[in-house]
């Protein structure tokens, strides 16, 4: 089955600086990567996501990009603020009614 | 866009009874719905995929008569933790997706305490 590793387990950087988070997966068949955000005592929050046929996809100050033939893809989020600070986790999927398999998650600290 | 709702957020109960946990599609009917559990820092663990009109599939390991699923309708599914134990005191959360492949989108979680 599948297995998605993610690295850094904690990440502290300074608000203005950028975050950089990247995870693996394993089966070649996953073609659908979410990341989401989780606040404390909170579910998750879908902050972007990108598709097998695509490489790279941005969204204000967050990007993603894939490389399938690595099978690794990188969330980075640019210009951190303090409100920026949670656990994100990155996860992969088939697309098809398949479930999400979750890395173990990133705690970013952004400090003032 | 695509809104869960689940409830309650936070329950206690006593050791032996049973809660039940509602996970709701607000705008989209869901065919599918998933639940997951989350220890305390740690990741969300799937537990078991939920069917609108079928037996729900368990993961391996999941006992599926202890957490009984049902999906009774397009917009709600519900977990109840039958007979619960101190070892089940966890965060449930659940999810669902609008066209059933992509964005899915999680309920708010359910802290359980059992004493």
């Known amino acids: 089955g599948e297995n998605v590793e993610q690295h850094p387990s904690t990440l502290s950087v300074q608000e203005g600086d950028s975050a950089v988070i990247k995870c693996t997966y394993s089966d070649s068949a996953s073609n659908y990567f979410p990341w989401y955000k989780q606040e404390l005592g909170k579910g998750p929050q879908l902050i972007i996501d990108i598709r097998s046929n695509v490489g790279e996809k941005k969204d204000q100050r967050i990007a993603v990009t894939l490389n399938k033939t690595a099978k690794h893809f990188s969330l980075h989020i640019t210009e951190t603020q303090p409100e920026d600070s949670a656990v994100y986790f990155c996860?992969?999927?088939?697309?098809?009614?398949?479930?999400?398999?979750f890395g173990k998650g990133t705690k970013l600290s952004v400090k003032p | 866009g695509a809104v869960v709702s689940q409830h309650p957020s936070r329950v206690i109960c006593k050791s032996g009874t049973s809660v039940k946990i509602e996970c709701r599609s607000l705008d989209f009917q869901a065919t599918t719905m998933f639940w997951y559990r989350q220890f305390p820092k740690q990741s969300l663990m799937l537990m078991a995929t939920?069917?609108?009109?079928?037996?729900?599939?368990?993961e391996q390991g999941v006992e599926k008569d202890k957490f009984l699923i049902n999906h009774a309708s397009l917009t709600l599914s519900t977990l109840t933790v039958t007979s619960a134990h101190p070892e089940d005191s966890s965060f449930y959360i659940c999810?669902?997706?609008?066209?059933?492949?992509?964005?899915?989108?999680f309920g708010s979680g359910t802290r359980l305490t059992v004493v």
């Open positions: 939920s069917n609108e009109g079928s037996k729900a599939t368990y």
């Open positions: 996860a992969a999927s088939t697309g098809s009614q398949g479930n999400l398999i």
């Open positions: 999810s669902a997706s609008k066209d059933g492949r992509y964005g899915y989108t």
